[in-house]
């Protein structure tokens, strides 16, 4: 028996795929030349086909997951709970998933974005229209400047801007000794002002004392988004932060969960919360918690973990169901990444990424550079940890 309403998931594939980058991207944790991420490749009965991504901002030092580990508990724990269900029964699937193993928010939110393809596949309608509906068409997106070299990062904002393709810049920090970091920070912001917004994170590698030190400085030079200072655990030190903030004081690494979210809801930790599908495992509770900051009157923002083409499609179906934006968001990865796996491009113009129109999620894998950039092909390229 099948039909739009029952589409048993018959094959599930989980496939690392290494992506090169344009550049090196410094982050707090490491540097990195590669984006590697695991497609989840689900088959239903009626040959549908539903594809998720599974993407890190290169490897375990920001959620604890590596691809590595997504693909072994993926295939030795995940697979066999989906395989034989219906693909339009994701809340008990992604139930049974969450009592069988712990955490793994990355691999499972690729998996349910599969499902969510397969219906959107065999019901001929856009993810977005299962998740509430379009609210818009398209995404501010900021760049990420991550060499560490203030010259090097104005030529290439100014490069950026002369495109319209960005207008925001994400200063990646804490790499760096807080005072250099700062200085550059600051050159950036002063060298830009009146042409771009610029934007620091430090990646929770700051204490309280540096962050209130740095926070002053940063404002005087045109700052207008600060994102996780702090380590992630210290909620209370962000409240106090974000008491004396004058600018968006946004979490990040401290809203994964919906108890997260609860619990800087009731001690005001933040001023804007950075929304992404992976560290919230899935779509739709990414949607509830998106609900909540905004009962909390905490403003959302569209936040990325560098997915590929295909993972940025998908993002930005979740993202077209957001109204209110007003820092707009990052989904920048496709620009970052020299390579596309898939057969569309996205689409980035006049500063903002543009939804995709297609069916499901929107954007389709092209098989000859999946086969050219899967692991088990033997092309690799891995990040270099410092
Ligand atoms: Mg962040």
């Known amino acids: 028996m099948s039909g739009p309403g029952t589409q048993r998931i ?19 944790a490491l540097d990195a030349r590669s984006q590697s991420m695991v497609l989840l490749v689900l088959r239903s009965q009626d040959g549908i086909e539903g594809v998720g991504e599974a993407s890190l901002p290169s490897g375990p030092w920001w959620g604890g997951e590596s691809v590595e580990s997504i693909k072994a508990n993926v295939d030795g724990y995940l697979a066999p709970l989906v395989i034989g269900e219906d693909a339009f029964a994701v809340d008990s699937i992604m139930r049974k998933l969450d009592d ?3 955490g793994n928010s990355f691999a499972k939110a690729g998996i349910e974005m599969a499902l969510l393809d397969i219906q959107g596949k065999a019901l001929e309608q856009p993810v977005y229209n299962l998740l509430g509906g379009k609210a818009r068409d398209s995404l501010p997106v900021a760049w990420p400047l991550a060499t560490g070299d203030a010259s090097a990062e104005i030529d290439e904002a100014r490069e950026k801007l002369d495109k319209r393709l960005h207008n925001i810049f ?68 962000c409240a106090r932060l974000t008491r004396h903030c004058p600018i968006a004081h ?42 909540m900051a905004l009962a909390a009157g905490i403003p959302i923002y569209m936040g990325t973990f560098l997915e590929s083409s295909y993972g940025t499609g998908a993002n930005m179906q979740f993202c077209a169901t957001l109204r209110d934006l007003p820092y707009g968001g990052e989904l920048s990865g496709p620009l970052l990444v020299a390579e596309s796996i898939t057969e569309q491009d996205p689409e980035y113009r006049d500063f903002e990424l543009h939804l995709q129109p297609g069916t499901g999620l929107g954007m389709s894998i092209d ?4 086969a050219a950039f899967r692991r088990d092909r033997d092309y690799s390229l891995h990040a270099v940890q410092r």
Not at 12 to 27: G, H, S, T, W
Not at 205 to 229: F, K, M
Not at 250 to 260: A, G, I
Not at 367 to 370: A, F, I, R, V
């Open 10 to 28: 018959e094959a599930l594939e989980a496939i690392i795929v290494d992506l090169p980058l344009v550049r090196e991207q410094r982050f707090a």
């Open 100 to 102: 069988a193993v712990h």
């Open 170 to 237: 994400k200063l990646k920090m804490g790499a760096m000794d807080p005072e250099a970091d700062v200085e550059r920070a600051c050159r950036v912001a002063r060298e830009l002002e009146g042409a771009a917004k610029v934007r620091c994170d430090p990646n929770g590698r700051w204490d309280e004392t540096t962050a209130s030190w740095a926070l002053p400085r940063l404002v005087e030079a045109g700052v207008d988004l600060i994102e996780q200072p702090l380590q992630r655990w210290n909620l209370e030190g």
């Open 250 to 291: 946004m979490l990040d690494e401290s809203v994964c969960s919906l108890q997260d979210m609860q619990r800087v809801a009731e001690l005001r930790a933040g001023s804007l919360i950075s929304l992404k599908i992976m560290k919230t495992g899935g779509m739709r509770r990414t949607k509830t918690l998106s609900e």
């Open 367 to 370: 098989p000859e550079k999946l």
